[in-house]
């Protein structure tokens, strides 16, 4: 799930009583799982370092609760719920929503995406899709000194996504309180998404005249990676 709890509330009992509200829904054999990660890489603790305040309070109280566990790497997510563990172990994943990341396992288990209160900008499936359809974009990174690529770019284009899964009555949608529910298959997210990016690798990236310096640094690093490849004369 990723949530703006201001755009849904107020709710009784605050972020804790919407996590308890989704619990239920859940029922005892569902797994709740929210991102987590911090906003430094260094010190982390899954235990005490607070969530990066950028995923809002929810994800915040979530990672706190003691029957929720939090990934031992960085590039966190928190659950709980049956499957919790198995969701949040292993190693630290890059670039981070590769299918063995949460984000992956969360796909692998048939799992649901629910956008509460936000939209698809937020849908870090997305994400996963775009590297199992192999996009020749990767942004150089370096996380706990390890370098890496990652498909990084502003995001904003992943709103396009909104209107294939109405298309294809694949996005159950409403209000939920004062705001607006998405909620839809990980499996189906990723089929559609990678079916449009094998056709348009670029789909999510905003045109080179748009001004948009997220996405030509994305655009960019498919140059430099090509130049780095290319072979000597």
């Not at 937020?122 to 498909?151: F, K």
């Not at 990980?186 to 094998?198: G, Y």
């Not at 655009?219 to 990676?225: G, L, N, Q, T």
Request: hydrophobic share 40%; proline share 9%; charged share 20%.
């Amino acid at each position: 799930m990723h949530t703006s709890f201001r755009r849904v509330g107020p709710v009784a009992g605050g972020a804790a009583g919407l996590i308890a509200a989704l619990r239920k829904a859940l029922g005892p054999d569902g797994t709740l799982v929210m991102p987590a990660w911090p906003a430094e890489e260094d010190g982390y603790d899954p235990a005490t370092t607070p969530v990066a305040r950028d995923l809002g309070i929810t994800a915040a109280v979530f990672a706190r609760m003691a029957e929720t566990l939090r990934s031992p790497h960085v590039q966190a997510f928190a659950a709980a719920g049956p499957h919790a563990a198995s969701i949040v172990d292993g190693p630290l994943p890059l670039p981070p929503h590769i299918p063995a990341s949460p984000v992956g396992k969360v796909h692998d288990l048939n799992g649901q995406i629910l956008l509460l209160g936000v939209g698809h900008d937020t849908n870090t499936t997305l994400h996963l899709a775009e590297l199992i359809a192999g996009v020749p974009y990767g942004i150089p990174r370096v996380c706990l000194g390890t370098p890496y690529r990652e498909n990084d770019h502003c995001c904003e284009r992943f709103t396009l996504a909104e209107d294939w899964f109405r298309a294809d009555g694949l996005q159950s949608e409403g209000p939920v309180g004062h705001g607006h529910a998405r909620l839809m298959r990980s499996r189906d997210v990723v089929r559609l998404t990678v079916e449009r990016l094998r056709l348009d690798p670029l789909l999510f990236l905003h045109p080179a005249a748009s001004g948009c310096a997220e996405c030509d640094a994305a655009r960019d690093s498919i140059v430099a990676e090509c130049d780095n490849t290319s072979p000597t004369p």
